[in-house]
C-alpha cells in the first residue's frame, strides 16, 4: 500500500507541479491588427517585426508583472469589415488582454466605437485620422503615433518657409486626403493669410485602388501652382513617385511636400528613384534621436530583420513597452486599470518622451521631416537636414479636438 501510495504521488506530482506553475503566472495576450496581404502589407509587416522584437525582448527581462507576453496577429486587409471580424476573433475567441493596431483611417473610425463596445484597451499605431482621438474617441482607446492634425501642422510651418504662395494636393479619395487638405488650408491660413489653396474642382484625390495616376499628375501640373502637397502613402506614392518623375513633376516648377514620403517602407521600395531634395515627413525617423534607447531599438531591429525600422515598426515596438509601463504603474493587467494607468502616462520610447494626453488619449510626440538625399551608408535615401517638432508646438488643444472622454470613469 505505501508503495502504491507513493506511486500516485509522484505521478500526481508530474501531473499537477506543470499545471500549478501555468496558472501561477498566466501569459499576457496581446492582440495585433494590421494590414497582412495586399499592396500596403509592407506596414503590416514591419509592424509585425517591431512587435515581436519588443516582445521577446519583454520576455527575456522578466516579462510583465512576472508574466510572458503572447502576441496573437491578424490581418484587416484594409478593410473594416475585415477589421472588426479580426479584431473579435482577438477578443472573444483568443480572450487577449489587449489590442494594438490598425493601419487605414477609414479603418479606424469604423472598428473604434466597437472598442468601448468590447471594453478592451486598444493602443492604435498608425491611423492618422484625428477622429479616433476626436469625434468618436472613448476611454478605451489610445493612440501612440502622431495624429493627421500633428503632422500637418508641421508641414505647414516648412510650406510657410518656402515661400509658395498659391497650393494645390494629391491625397487618397477618403477621410485620411481630405482630412489632412483641409488642417494643411487651415493651419496655412493661419500661418500666412495671403496664401491661396486651389478649389476642389482642381486638386486631385485619386481612389484609394488608383495604380495608373498620370490623369492626376496632369492635372496637377497643368494647374501651374507654386506648392503641392501630396498625403498619399504606402503603395500609392510609390507608384506616384514613379509617374511622377517620368512625367517630369520634379523638375522643379513647384515645392513638393510629401507628409509620410520619409516612411522607410516607401524609401526602400524606391530606392534611387526618390527624387533628392524634397521635403518628407514621417511619425518617427530611425536617425533622429541620439538616445540610447533609441540606438539599441535600430541596432537590434536590424541585427534581427537586415532593415532599418519604418515608423510603423516603431510604433507596434512603442505600444508593448507602453502597455507594459501601464500594467506596471497599475500593478495588474486588467482592463480598465490598463486604462487607467494609461491616461497621463509619460514615458520614453525611441521616438523620444511622449505623453498620452487624458482630455483625449493622443500622444504628444514630436513630427519628424527632412529632405530627401542620397548616403553611401545607407541602402535608401535619408533625410539631411532633419528638421524636428516637438509635440508641445504641434498638438492642437483637447478643446480643439470634439473629444468629451470623462477621466478616469
Same mark, same amino acid.
Given at each position: 500500500?505505501?508503495?502504491?501510495?507513493?506511486?500516485?504521488?509522484?505521478?500526481?506530482?508530474?501531473?499537477?507541479?506543470?499545471?500549478?506553475?501555468?496558472?501561477?503566472?498566466?501569459?499576457?495576450?496581446?492582440?495585433?491588427?494590421?494590414?497582412?496581404?495586399?499592396?500596403?502589407?509592407?506596414?503590416?509587416?514591419? *509592424?509585425?517585426?517591431?512587435?515581436?522584437?519588443?516582445?521577446?525582448?519583454?520576455?527575456?527581462?522578466?516579462?510583465?508583472?512576472?508574466?510572458?507576453?503572447?502576441?496573437?496577429?491578424?490581418?484587416?486587409?484594409?478593410? +473594416?469589415?475585415?477589421?472588426?471580424?479580426?479584431?473579435?476573433?482577438?477578443?472573444?475567441?483568443?480572450?487577449?488582454?489587449?489590442?494594438?493596431?490598425?493601419?487605414?483611417?477609414?479603418?479606424?473610425?469604423?472598428?473604434?466605437?466597437?472598442?468601448?463596445?468590447?471594453?478592451?484597451?486598444?493602443?492604435?499605431?498608425?491611423?492618422?485620422?484625428?477622429?479616433?482621438?476626436?469625434?468618436?474617441?472613448?476611454?478605451?482607446?489610445?493612440?501612440?503615433?502622431?495624429?493627421?492634425?500633428?503632422?500637418?501642422? *508641421?508641414?505647414?510651418?516648412?510650406?510657410?518657409?518656402?515661400?509658395?504662395?498659391?497650393?494645390?494636393? $494629391?491625397?487618397?479619395?477618403?477621410?485620411?486626403?481630405?482630412?489632412?487638405?483641409?488642417?494643411?488650408?487651415?493651419? &496655412?491660413?493661419? &500661418?500666412?493669410?495671403?496664401?491661396?489653396?486651389?478649389?476642389?474642382?482642381?486638386?486631385?484625390?485619386?481612389?484609394?485602388?488608383?495604380?495608373?495616376?498620370?490623369?492626376?499628375?496632369?492635372?496637377?501640373?497643368?494647374?501651374?501652382?507654386?506648392?503641392?502637397? $501630396?498625403?498619399?502613402?504606402?503603395?500609392? &506614392?510609390?507608384?506616384?513617385?514613379?509617374?511622377?518623375?517620368?512625367?517630369?513633376?520634379?523638375?522643379?516648377?513647384?515645392?513638393?511636400?510629401?507628409?509620410?514620403?520619409?516612411?522607410?517602407? $516607401?524609401?526602400?521600395?524606391?530606392?534611387?528613384?526618390?527624387?533628392?531634395?524634397?521635403?518628407?515627413?514621417?511619425?518617427?525617423?530611425?536617425?533622429?534621436?541620439?538616445?540610447?534607447?533609441?540606438?539599441?531599438? $535600430?541596432?537590434?531591429?536590424?541585427?534581427?530583420?537586415?532593415?532599418?525600422?519604418?515608423?510603423?515598426?516603431?510604433? *507596434?515596438?512603442?505600444?508593448?513597452? +507602453?502597455?507594459?509601463?501601464?500594467?506596471?504603474?497599475?500593478?495588474?493587467?486588467?482592463?480598465?486599470?490598463?486604462?487607467?494607468?494609461?491616461?497621463?502616462?509619460?514615458?520614453?520610447?525611441?521616438?523620444?518622451?511622449?505623453?498620452?494626453?487624458?482630455?483625449?488619449?493622443?500622444?504628444?510626440?514630436?513630427?519628424?521631416?527632412?529632405?530627401?538625399?542620397?548616403?553611401?551608408?545607407?541602402?535608401?535615401?535619408?533625410?539631411?537636414?532633419?528638421?524636428?517638432?516637438?509635440?508641445?508646438?504641434?498638438?492642437?488643444?483637447?478643446?480643439?479636438?470634439?473629444?468629451?472622454?470623462?477621466?478616469?470613469?
Amino acid at each position: 500500500m505505501k508503495k502504491r501510495a507513493l506511486s500516485i504521488l509522484i505521478v500526481l506530482s508530474f501531473v499537477l507541479v506543470p499545471f500549478i506553475a501555468v496558472h501561477a503566472a498566466p501569459t499576457v495576450k496581446i492582440g495585433f491588427t494590421y494590414i497582412m496581404s495586399g499592396p500596403f502589407s509592407a506596414y503590416g509587416q514591419f *509592424a509585425k517585426q517591431g512587435a515581436k522584437l519588443a516582445i521577446e525582448e519583454v520576455n527575456a527581462s522578466g516579462g510583465i508583472n512576472g508574466q510572458k507576453i503572447e502576441g496573437f496577429f491578424e490581418d484587416s486587409t484594409g478593410k +473594416a469589415d475585415v477589421a472588426l471580424r479580426a479584431i473579435r476573433k482577438l477578443v472573444y475567441q483568443n480572450k487577449v488582454d489587449m489590442l494594438i493596431g490598425l493601419d487605414s483611417s477609414g479603418v479606424a473610425k469604423t472598428v473604434v466605437p466597437s472598442i468601448e463596445k468590447m471594453q478592451i484597451p486598444m493602443i492604435i499605431t498608425h491611423a492618422a485620422t484625428p477622429d479616433v482621438t476626436g469625434s468618436v474617441c472613448n476611454k478605451y482607446t489610445f493612440r501612440i503615433s502622431l495624429n493627421l492634425a500633428q503632422n500637418v501642422r *508641421a508641414a505647414t510651418l516648412l510650406a510657410k518657409e518656402t515661400g509658395a504662395k498659391k497650393w494645390t494636393t $494629391v491625397g487618397p479619395d477618403y477621410a485620411f486626403g481630405h482630412q489632412s487638405w483641409e488642417y494643411f488650408e487651415k493651419y &496655412l491660413k493661419d &500661418l500666412n493669410p495671403a496664401t491661396t489653396f486651389l478649389p476642389k474642382d482642381q486638386v486631385a484625390f485619386p481612389p484609394f485602388k488608383t495604380t495608373d495616376f498620370s490623369a492626376y499628375i496632369t492635372k496637377v501640373m497643368s494647374s501651374k501652382p507654386d506648392g503641392v502637397f $501630396v498625403s498619399l502613402w504606402g503603395g500609392n &506614392l510609390i507608384d506616384f513617385v514613379r509617374q511622377a518623375s517620368t512625367m517630369g513633376f520634379f523638375n522643379g516648377d513647384f515645392e513638393v511636400l510629401f507628409s509620410l514620403g520619409a516612411a522607410t517602407e $516607401v524609401l526602400t521600395a524606391l530606392d534611387d528613384k526618390m527624387p533628392e531634395g524634397l521635403w518628407v515627413g514621417t511619425r518617427y525617423w530611425f536617425l533622429a534621436n541620439d538616445s540610447a534607447m533609441n540606438k539599441s531599438f $535600430v541596432g537590434n531591429y536590424h541585427k534581427k530583420y537586415g532593415v532599418y525600422p519604418s515608423y510603423n515598426a516603431h510604433g *507596434a515596438y512603442g505600444a508593448v513597452y +507602453a502597455y507594459k509601463a501601464a500594467a506596471e504603474k497599475a500593478k495588474s493587467t486588467e482592463k480598465m486599470a490598463i486604462v487607467k494607468a494609461l491616461e497621463g502616462l509619460k514615458m520614453e520610447i525611441p521616438t523620444g518622451m511622449i505623453e498620452f494626453r487624458k482630455g483625449d488619449h493622443q500622444a504628444v510626440t514630436d513630427a519628424h521631416w527632412g529632405k530627401t538625399a542620397a548616403s553611401a551608408d545607407y541602402p535608401h535615401r535619408i533625410l539631411k537636414p532633419i528638421k524636428i517638432f516637438k509635440g508641445q508646438d504641434i498638438t492642437p488643444p483637447v478643446s480643439e479636438t470634439g473629444c468629451s472622454i470623462v477621466s478616469g470613469k
